[in-house]
């Protein structure tokens, strides 16, 4: 490859490299999200065995500010 | 959001098809196929920041209540394509003129100072605690921002005249339609890849939000 | 109108009448900016040109004048003047005027020592320095203030003005070294002007969201 090619071919890589990274950023957001969903079942199941009434409405829109 | 995935990955594919397949090879050289990826990425930072600003106005003005958190994230993809920008606009310029920075590309020392800019914003942002406040001062500076792009533009193009003459200019030269019709394809693309980025980054924020509160009602 | 007018004169009698007898903001400003041009003496190699020193002469007004909007709002937040001055049935951009105006001041007379001196160790200013420096002062008064009361509510502050209000004075130091070293200068005294007028509306229409919840 003649070094012209060579910069264009990096140039298109390093864009192809971000979305990438940002997909593993997000894989890795996914992975502890669900652990954090799975906690909290196991929370809400303990308190349904314990016979307290579920405390929690369904989980509505918040304001992050 | 499927559905704007396929759309994305649809547009991309056939950016890069017609970019290598059909555009065909400028006077400039090889080099030039860079420009159909650099000045749609750094057009579309424009309009992230440009998005972001709107949010910020629309949050000062009439209070929704996502209005902070989207023009945040806004923020953060115009940062990302931002620095996308300097990177392939660096990458260019080695290739065209032999460095890796030249001052006399004004839209590529425009995109140095907007970077500045906004990397102060997120350092502002993690400063403040959160609430209404950070909200606030976000939205007030991301508006700042939105004035501040035209304002160095002309200030670098003044700045040129007294450094050193414009010789370099990365901005399109006169395109045949067939090269037209491949950079609107890329500009489509790279549109789409930041509404959809930006679309994924929101869910998942407002996600760790309702988490948040769901752990909150349990505990 | 008349009222808000009073209201901004009162503020600024305020700050102004402070510093007077705190002394503390406006001699270390002198202080700085000197010792700053003292400092650019020895950053120029020989041979350096008169064009390089003048735009330094720019690098020194910005940073004195970040020295005094890192001064401010401080005595606001220590002693939470700054609830009381919001409990006031003044306009909340009052208060953004009349500090801009104090700041003004300090950052003038720093310069009526800043420019002789510069003249002495460097090279002589002529009108279009003198003007683009009157100009530029409004551009960095105005942002800067806002932005000091920004950085006021951060937990990192001090740390923050610098970070925040650079970017947005790169303008300005175009504009002003532009108007030092051209011969004509008028495109460059515009550009100062129309930098004031846009960031001085921005300015003043957004304070109050600074300040309030």
């Known amino acids: 490859m003649t070094t012209e090619e060579k910069y264009v071919a990096a140039a298109y890589l390093v864009v192809f490299l971000v979305v990438l990274i940002y997909v593993v950023i997000m894989a890795a957001k996914l992975t502890r999200l669900g652990a954090a969903v799975a906690e909290l079942t196991e929370l809400a199941r303990d308190r349904k065995r314990s016979g307290e009434p579920p405390a929690k409405p369904a989980p509505k829109q918040v304001k992050v500010g | 959001m499927t559905a704007l995935a396929v759309l994305t990955t649809g547009l991309l594919t056939a950016s890069i098809v017609l970019i290598f397949f059909y555009a065909p090879v400028d006077a400039d050289g090889l080099n030039q196929k860079i420009f159909y990826f650099h000045v749609p990425i750094a057009l579309t930072s424009y309009a992230c920041f440009g998005w972001g600003g709107l949010k910020a106005f629309l949050h000062l003005w009439k209070r929704p209540p996502g209005a902070d958190l989207e023009s945040y994230v806004a923020i953060h993809q115009g940062v990302i394509f931002g620095a996308l920008t300097l990177v392939t606009g660096s990458i260019w310029a080695k290739v065209r003129w032999g460095t890796w920075w030249t001052w006399s590309d004004e839209q590529l020392v425009l995109f140095l100072v907007l970077f500045l800019f906004y990397c102060a914003y997120f350092m502002l942002r993690y400063s403040v605690d959160p609430g209404p406040q950070r909200a606030n001062l976000s939205a007030v500076y991301a508006l700042f921002g939105v004035v501040l792009i035209p304002i160095s533009f002309m200030a670098i193009r003044l700045a040129n005249s007294y450094i050193h003459p414009t010789v370099f200019k990365s901005s399109g030269p006169d395109m045949a339609t067939s090269q037209l019709a491949t950079f609107c394809v890329a500009w489509a693309a790279m549109l789409s890849l930041a509404y959809f980025l930006y679309r994924f980054e929101l869910a998942g924020k407002k996600l760790d939000a309702n988490l948040k509160e769901l752990r909150e009602l349990l505990a | 109108m008349r009222r808000y007018a009073a209201d901004v004169a009162v503020l600024a009698r305020k700050d102004l009448t402070l510093e007077l007898r705190a002394r503390d903001t406006l001699p270390a400003m002198l202080l700085f900016v000197v010792s700053t041009l003292v400092v650019f ?173």
């Open chain 3, 41 to 213: 003496h020895f950053a120029l190699p020989r041979h350096s040109s008169d064009l390089a020193a003048k735009g330094l002469l720019w690098v020194a007004i910005v940073f004195t004048a970040l020295v005094g909007l890192t001064r401010a709002f401080v005595a606001e937040r220590e002693q939470r003047l700054i609830d009381g001055l919001l409990l006031a049935p003044c306009d909340r951009s009052a208060i953004w005027l009349a500090k801009s105006i104090a700041v003004l001041a300090f950052l003038g007379v720093a310069e009526i020592v800043a420019l002789p001196a510069y003249a002495v160790f460097f090279s002589g200013i002529g009108w279009s320095t003198i003007a683009a420096v009157c100009l530029a002062d409004l551009g960095i008064v105005a942002v800067g203030t806002l932005l000091a009361a920004v950085a006021a509510v951060s937990r990192t502050r001090e740390l923050i003005l610098p970070l925040l209000f650079l970017p947005l004075a790169i303008p300005v130091v175009i504009g002003g070294v532009g108007a030092s070293v051209v011969g004509s200068p008028a495109r460059y005294l515009g550009f100062l002007c129309l930098y004031d007028a846009v960031f001085a509306i921005i300015s003043w229409a957004s304070f109050e969201y600074v300040v309030t919840e």
